[in-house]
């Protein structure tokens, strides 16, 4: 049996837009027309970069061949990011594949999946673009749309949110804590891109959502890309244009985590790590004092701080910002907490639909 990654039958979560194109789906994470309303100086392909982004389907086939095409990122971090992707079978992760770095097609297979129908799922590479074409069953194998469906969680945020630094897709720390409550993460968490633009907080604003949590300022500090005079008031007015479209809806923000080099060096727009910190602390402050019982602040260093600079990606020498494995495992776990703590977890049905062989 073949079908194409347009299938009705194929089920697309963590998206955006979807794309059609020469025989492929590229999956996007902003409106794929609109991609230079959000990136005007360029860089849009970070949205086509495949974070949270997984596609599955029912089926009681045994083997699955998907066809891809591939395209890494047009720098080379270090240290650097490989295309792994995850495999996931009634929602525990069956297999991880190191796919090709760069290919315009190739195929990668899946085989050994338990008898009987189940629910097969790929979560997609963090830092590439991947663009999904034929899928391929066993013979006489049935493809079955999941009907299923989890309370949706959107989360806006930067590189660290991306997923800089995990050991694959599905264990990022927003992957992780999304597994671990049974929620529907859409990640709009792209690297060098998270400044409070309204587009941005308009595409948030947008979404369908039973939790919003926004994870800011990293990017900020970097590119100076606001100062004191204008911190307070786009914190206070990205915060607001959501609320104003999702007046029931918990939001989060998370100020930035930890970072030693930042924390008392001014940036370009002489901020210190530290102080911006603080000023959108006293942003909140603003917005909380007003009595929204649904709205949250949490310090980024409660959920990576000083004491945890041994989970850093970067070595010492080097700029240390982004967390490695064990720090994303780390914070995921203290955000799932604190999420629970501030009652902002949506209860929904298990993602448990019945079967028959």
Known sequence: MEVSGSDPGIRWSGVVSLEHANGFVAPWRVPYQDTDLYFPLGGTGRAAMTSGVRFGFVTDSESVEVEYALTPPTYDPAPPELPWLDV??????????????????????????????????????????????????????????????????????????????????SRTFPAQVALAEGLDLTSVSMGGTCHLQPMFGRLVAGMPSELISLHVGSNIYYYGSLNRETLHGAVVGFVSLIRDRQPDVPIVVISPTYAPAWEARPGPSRLTHKRLRSEIRNAMDWLLDRGDPRLHYIDGTELFGEADAEHFLEPPEREQVHFDPRGHDLVARRLGARFAELGVLPSGPARTPERTA
């Open 88 to 169: 996931f079978c009634d929602g525990e992760r069956f297999e991880t594949v190191l796919l090709e770095r760069q290919t315009d097609r190739a195929l990668f297979t899946v085989t050994g999946l338990p008898r009987g129908r189940k629910l097969v799922e790929f979560w997609l590479p963090v830092y590439a673009q991947m663009r999904i074409g034929r899928i391929r069953l066993a013979p006489g194998s049935v493809l079955l749309a999941d009907e299923s469906r989890l309370p949706a969680w959107t989360h806006y945020g930067c590189s660290i949110s991306q997923g800089r630094g995990a050991v694959s897709p």
